[in-house]
């Protein structure tokens, strides 16, 4: 099992404040309901009772539908990895952070400049996932412009698998390229009964603010659903453009919307493990443009957590972004902000935590390295002061006494690892070693790692049979250099 800390300390609603917001989410999905521009979609909640307006395309869903929906979503979701030691175990307040995004760009780590993602990169951004000890899962983060479109799915999942045995999620973009990932999983698992026994891959479907089911994202949720996999069901409202300006209006479209998916899955495969989602933000009123780094996202995706925790649902949420164009102060203070903000909700799966750059369209290796860091920082803040006899430690203080120290300690060596967190790339020389060592910045000591690791670390990846069978069976997978 990954290393496990649990949250919960950061409330931004009250108890009255969530009765209210439930409240109005049932009435919301009772009297003006949902567009659902599938047809099978509205088919199926219609066989459920819901109330189908089929000329306008909205579904209505009774209270007592949605509220045996609610429940019979699993309160406790395993994500496994590849290996069990990556084991994730979402559920009340376990918190877990890790990457995101899908993006089609990054900042090449050899040169510094912006250019098109590649399949060699979300092959590297996994493997450099593999070895970052506080990022705990791989939302596959970029889309590999040098491969054509059929055959993305499968290469950004094999890239993914191949690289890191961390959980791997993502997003698909055809119903053909879902199918074949699930196939290659079985492949991968030995079949079909020992990938549901343990689905080190899940998928994300999504919503579409105000109110919208779209026609492709719920087919592939149907797919996914009627096979048995996990599932998120996010939505992705902004604060003033496609939900309303206030924050608690954004929570509330985004509770309506994320239950709405939550609700179809269980409809179609009662029990299937799903994942409440919100990847909530506001628009800039400036420039009518989204922002990711922003300390409201944070607060939003906060009142999304509590909600799930309120609905006993693990949510998928999202934190630790930056706006920010390059590896700088800004992109420091945006992410240590948002991240550790959402990380002290409690939220289990905080995604886009780590490499973002730009309104989430950039990634960058460096920032990779400098997040893991940040990561550990919100994960000690989060995990709080642990208070014992042992971690009180009278005794001791009483041993040393006055004018002692406790360097010598016992003690202090049973818990010095435990209580401090040692950040690998942060500087925590004094400044004659600094300028000894060539005044290296921070960004120039990630860039050395970045480069280190995806030189020498080496995957699980996969027996050389079974990874030729996959390269024969799945033409268009692109090889990745050595």
Same mark, same amino acid.
């Given at each position: 099992?990954?290393?496990?800390?649990?949250?919960?300390?950061?409330?931004?609603?009250?108890?009255?404040?969530?009765?209210?917001?439930?409240?109005?989410?049932?009435?919301?999905?009772?009297?003006?309901?949902?567009?659902?521009?599938?047809?099978? @979609?509205?088919?199926?909640?219609?066989?459920?009772?819901?109330?189908?307006?089929?000329?306008? !395309?909205?579904?209505?869903?009774?209270?007592?539908?949605?509220?045996?929906?609610?429940?019979?979503?699993?309160?406790?979701?395993?994500?496994?990895?590849?290996?069990?030691? *990556? #084991?994730?175990?979402?559920?009340?307040? *376990?918190?877990?952070?890790?990457?995101?995004?899908?993006?089609?760009?990054?900042?090449?780590?050899?040169?510094?400049?912006? &250019?098109?993602?590649?399949?060699?990169?979300?092959?590297?951004?996994?493997?450099?996932?593999?070895?970052?000890?506080?990022?705990?899962?791989?939302?596959?983060?970029?889309?590999?412009?040098?491969?054509?479109?059929? #055959?993305?799915?499968?290469?950004?999942?094999?890239?993914?698998?191949?690289?890191?045995?961390?959980?791997?999620?993502?997003?698909?973009?055809?119903?053909?390229?879902?199918?074949?990932?699930?196939?290659?999983?079985?492949?991968?698992?030995?079949?079909?009964?020992?990938?549901?026994?343990?689905?080190?891959?899940?998928?994300?479907?999504?919503?579409?603010?105000?109110?919208?089911?779209?026609?492709?994202?719920?087919?592939?949720?149907?797919?996914?659903?009627?096979?048995?996999?996990?599932?998120?069901?996010?939505?992705? $409202?902004? /604060?003033?453009?496609?939900?309303?300006?206030?924050?608690? !209006?954004?929570?509330?479209?985004?509770?309506?919307?994320?239950?709405?998916?939550?609700?179809?899955?269980?409809?179609?495969?009662?029990?299937?493990?799903?994942?409440?989602?919100?990847?909530?933000?506001?628009?800039?009123?400036?420039?009518?443009?989204?922002?990711?780094?922003?300390?409201?996202?944070?607060?939003?995706?906060?009142?999304?957590?509590?909600?799930?925790?309120?609905?006993?649902? $693990?949510?998928?949420?999202?934190?630790?972004?930056?706006?920010?164009?390059?590896? #700088?102060?800004? /992109?420091?203070?945006?992410?240590?902000?948002? @991240?550790?903000?959402?990380?002290?909700?409690?939220?289990?799966?905080?995604?886009?935590?780590?490499?973002?750059?730009?309104?989430?369209?950039?990634?960058?290796?460096?920032?990779?390295?400098?997040?893991?860091?940040?990561?550990?920082?919100?994960?000690?803040?989060?995990?709080?002061?642990?208070?014992?006899?042992?971690?009180?430690?009278?005794?001791?203080?009483?041993?040393?006494?006055?004018?002692?120290?406790?360097? !010598?300690?016992?003690?202090?060596?049973?818990?010095? &690892?435990?209580?401090?967190?040692?950040?690998?790339?942060?500087?925590?020389?004094?400044?004659?070693?600094?300028? @000894?060592?060539?005044?290296?910045?921070?960004?120039?000591?990630?860039?050395?790692?970045?480069?280190?690791?995806?030189?020498?670390?080496? $995957?699980?990846?996969?027996?050389?049979?079974?990874?030729?069978?996959?390269?024969?069976?799945?033409?268009?997978?692109?090889?990745?250099?050595?």
């Amino acid at each position: 099992m990954f290393k496990t800390v649990t949250g919960g300390s950061f409330k931004v609603l009250s108890k009255d404040d969530i009765q209210a917001i439930h409240r109005e989410t049932l009435n919301i999905t009772e009297d003006t309901g949902i567009r659902v521009h599938n047809k099978r @979609a509205r088919e199926i909640f219609a066989e459920s009772g819901a109330m189908v307006d089929e000329e306008a !395309g909205i579904v209505r869903i009774p209270r007592t539908m949605a509220e045996e929906a609610i429940a019979s979503a699993p309160s406790s979701v395993v994500l496994p990895g590849r290996e069990g030691k *990556n #084991d994730l175990l979402l559920e009340k307040t *376990n918190t877990y952070l890790g990457t995101g995004g899908t993006v089609l760009n990054t900042l090449d780590l050899e040169t510094g400049e912006k &250019r098109t993602t590649k399949a060699q990169d979300v092959a590297d951004y996994a493997k450099i996932t593999d070895c970052l000890d506080n990022i705990a899962f791989f939302v596959i983060n970029c889309y590999p412009d040098d491969v054509e479109t059929e #055959d993305v799915d499968v290469n950004r999942f094999y890239h993914s698998l191949a690289n890191t045995s961390k959980h791997v999620m993502g997003g698909v973009y055809t119903m053909q390229g879902l199918k074949d990932v699930i196939s290659m999983a079985e492949d991968i698992a030995g079949g079909r009964k020992k990938l549901l026994e343990r689905p080190f891959l899940s998928f994300i479907t999504l919503m579409v603010s105000p109110l919208v089911m779209e026609k492709q994202y719920t087919d592939f949720l149907i797919e996914v659903a009627n096979y048995g996999l996990p599932i998120a069901t996010p939505s992705e $409202p902004l /604060a003033g453009a496609t939900a309303p300006v206030t924050l608690a !209006g954004t929570i509330t479209i985004n509770n309506v919307e994320s239950l709405a998916g939550l609700i179809l899955v269980q409809l179609i495969n009662k029990g299937n493990p799903t994942l409440y989602g919100t990847t909530s933000s506001i628009m800039d009123p400036r420039s009518g443009i989204y922002v990711s780094g922003c300390i409201e996202s944070a607060l939003i995706n906060a009142g999304c957590a509590q909600m799930a925790q309120f609905y006993e649902i $693990p949510i998928y949420a999202t934190g630790g972004m930056s706006d920010s164009k390059t590896v #700088d102060c800004q /992109a420091g203070y945006e992410k240590a902000a948002t @991240a550790m903000t959402v990380a002290l909700s409690g939220a289990n799966f905080i995604h886009d935590a780590a490499g973002l750059l730009e309104f989430c369209t950039t990634l960058s290796y460096e920032q990779m390295v400098i997040d893991n860091d940040i990561l550990g920082i919100s994960l000690r803040a989060t995990r709080g002061v642990e208070v014992t006899p042992e971690t009180i430690a009278a005794d001791v203080i009483r041993s040393v006494g006055p004018g002692g120290h406790f360097l !010598g300690e016992e003690h202090s060596v049973r818990h010095v &690892r435990s209580e401090f967190y040692i950040p690998s790339v942060a500087d925590r020389n004094t400044r004659d070693r600094w300028e @000894a060592m060539g005044s290296p910045d921070t960004h120039t000591r990630a860039k050395e790692k970045a480069k280190k690791l995806l030189k020498e670390h080496q $995957p699980l990846g996969f027996p050389e049979n079974l990874n030729q069978k996959l390269l024969d069976k799945y033409k268009g997978i692109k090889q990745r250099r050595s």
